[in-house]
């Protein structure tokens, strides 16, 4: 990196960027040894404008233990948006904070961000912040008294409707997702499964079970 003319700390970003290679292969590590007999480029396009922190939209699977294990270069949706527009790089898989976490029985939409602000946001906002959630049931659904769940009493309030003869569709803040359980419960009805299909204003939409996006920067929830 010396022909470069930038510090070691600016080498490194370099090289987390994604922007050095050795020998024809692109390394993303900065302390790796090369060889004095090595081949060492620069991209010629190399810049430190894309060192951004990104934020991870995950379909997570049911009862899955650790998330952060879906979210690897293998596992990027081909659907994604910005595919083609951001580099997958080993840097966007480090320093991810789980802003949203979902219970283990869940599934659907959940949020990993490097993003202070975004954290910020999701986990102080909420109480606020509407999530939405699809719940397939058992039970008479026609005979439960759904309206009763608006209320908030003494479990947290909820907009409910019924998507058919077992589903339902829940609207509530993110701090009541971990209640829905109880919520069905207190109607007469066993939630079988959950799944998270929007937080605020961004959706799950078509990505795939176990696949992950990158949040847009147009994007906000």
């Known amino acids: 990196m010396q022909h470069k003319g930038c510090s070691r700390s600016v080498a490194e970003q370099y090289i987390e960027g994604g922007w050095v290679s050795v020998d024809g292969q692109v390394e ?7 060889l ?4 060492v480029e620069v991209a010629a396009d190399a810049n430190l404008l894309d060192l951004a922190p990104v934020t991870l939209l ?7 233990s650790d998330p952060l294990d879906c979210l690897h270069p293998g596992t990027h949706s081909a659907s994604d948006p910005q595919a083609g527009r951001i580099r997958v790089l080993q840097r966007h898989f480090r320093r991810l904070q789980d802003c949203a976490p979902l219970p283990l029985a869940a599934h659907g939409l959940a949020v990993f961000t490097q993003d202070r602000n975004i954290a910020r946001r999701l986990i102080d906002d909420a109480q606020t912040m509407e999530h939405e ?5 058992s039970g008479d659904v026609a005979a439960a008294d759904l309206a009763s ?3 908030g009493q003494p479990l947290p309030p909820a907009k409910v409707s ?4 077992n589903h339902l569709r829940f609207a509530l803040p993110g701090t009541a997702v971990r209640a829905i359980p109880a919520l069905c419960a207190s109607v007469g009805l066993k939630a079988v499964s959950v799944r998270r299909i929007r937080i605020g204003r961004i959706p799950l939409a078509k990505l795939e079970e176990g696949g992950w996006r990158f949040l847009g920067r147009g994007e906000r929830f």
């Open 28 to 34: 993303e590590e900065p302390g790796m040894r090369v």
């Open 36 to 39: 004095d007999a090595q081949r």
């Open 58 to 64: 995950l379909h997570q699977p049911a009862n899955c």
């Open 133 to 137: 959630c699809i719940v397939e049931v």
């Open 149 to 151: 769940l608006r209320s």
């Open 162 to 165: 019924r998507q058919s003869e």
